[in-house]
């Protein structure tokens, strides 16, 4: 079964950008939606963005477009999270998840298989 596993957070200034890889581990992109979530401390998980595995069809967090890019390489078997124009209300630890053939993009119940997270914060 697929493990994914993140990387790419840190620290960052406000006004800057950072990119975030999920590597599928044991399975495949292609097969999986694959979705990015954040928790900010205090706050619930929110959906950022998710890239469905059948048609590669994009979908964003509303507050979020614009600024993140979602997008996937299969050849290396890992979806990506370009975060541009970061401010400090993005800082929270980032979450892939992996759906296997699922449809529904933004509901975090829908995903079977969770990473462990990447810190990701922005100072002002």
């Known amino acids: 079964q697929v493990q994914p596993v993140e990387s790419g957070g840190g620290l960052v200034q406000a006004g800057g950008s950072l990119r975030l890889s999920c590597v599928a581990s044991g399975g495949s992109v292609v097969t999986h939606t694959m979705g990015w979530f954040r928790q900010a401390p205090g706050k619930e998980r929110e959906f950022v963005a998710g890239?469905?595995?059948?048609?590669?069809?994009?979908v964003y967090a509303d507050s979020l477009k614009g600024r993140f890019t979602i997008s996937r390489d299969n050849a290396k078997n890992t979806v990506y999270l370009e975060m541009n124009r970061l401010i400090p209300e993005d800082t929270a630890s980032y979450y892939c998840a992996a759906n296997l053939y699922g449809m529904s993009v933004q509901k975090w119940d829908e995903y079977d298989f969770w990473g462990k997270g990447t810190l990701v914060t922005v100072s002002s």
């Open positions: 890239i469905r595995w059948s048609d590669r069809t994009a």
